[in-house]
């Protein structure tokens, strides 16, 4: 286990699937956490109710990725109700796979504003909050660096952008002993990509080990990185995909 006792960590998009894992262990490891959400108060009070009931301490906070104001709003508020902010995980986003032919300019506007332009306005709004010591990890995609399909221009772009953002942040807060690190996950087992629904297979074919992702073992990789053992990695890409891009 991570030693984040005292810590205060922030999880855009943590009603479900990775962001619920990795908020829950977060609290797990000694954190006060607080979760953003969009449109299921009732998942993200569940994922609160479950922190809450194993003696940590949790908040669940709405704001749309869309709406920079409340974004930013809603860190400056976690900040307040726990007591600082040690820990930014930049874990909301949306997926989309159609044809370029097929795209518009509100899709490209849609995807960007929730993929790339919500991390940048989380994490300007945290910067001034976060001690020495702090911590920012974006959540990539495997896709971000190996597409092995048709129809990924705007997602693979959106998750390309964060590993420039992520080693260009790391240098800017490096001074202050902040560290930023991304990471990638591969097909991972959620309600939005289930290990058995239809595509499985065909995503299991990339892997050198075709299993899919648990949540909980990429949660503990976010851990990892937000405790003092990886005081000094920063900068680096993380991929956890079963060696889908090697």
Do not use: C
């Not at 048709?150 to 390309?160: D, E, F, I, N, W």
């Amino acid at each position: 286990m991570t030693d984040l006792n005292g810590k205060v960590a922030l999880v855009t998009g943590g009603s479900r699937g990775i962001g619920a894992a990795i908020a829950r262990r977060l609290a797990a490891d000694g954190a006060r956490v607080a979760i953003t959400y969009t449109s299921q108060p009732a998942a993200a009070e569940a994922v609160v109710a479950d922190i809450e009931s194993r003696g940590g301490r949790a908040l669940a906070l709405r704001a749309d990725n869309r709406d920079s104001e409340t974004l930013a709003a809603a860190v400056r508020e976690a900040a307040d109700a726990l007591g600082g902010l040690d820990i930014l995980v930049n874990n909301a986003g949306i997926f989309e796979m159609r044809p370029i032919s097929e795209l518009t300019l509100e899709d490209y506007r849609r995807v960007m504003e929730v993929n790339t332009q919500a991390v940048f306005v989380a994490t300007r709004a945290a910067v001034d909050l976060l001690p020495e010591g702090g911590r920012v990890i974006n959540l990539g995609s495997s896709l971000a660096v190996r597409v092995p399909w048709a129809g990924l221009t705007l997602y693979s772009m959106s998750k390309a952008a964060l590993i420039g953002f992520t080693k260009a942040l790391a240098r800017d807060l490096g001074e202050r002993g902040i560290t930023a690190n991304v990471v990638h996950p591969g097909s991972t087992d959620t309600d939005m990509n289930p290990a058995g629904g239809d595509h499985a297979d065909g995503q299991r074919a990339l892997m050198a080990i075709p299993r899919y992702n648990d949540p909980d073992h990429l949660a503990a990789l976010v851990s990892w990185l937000a405790g003092p053992e990886a005081r000094s990695v920063t900068g680096s890409e993380f991929a956890m995909d079963g060696g889908a891009n090697i």
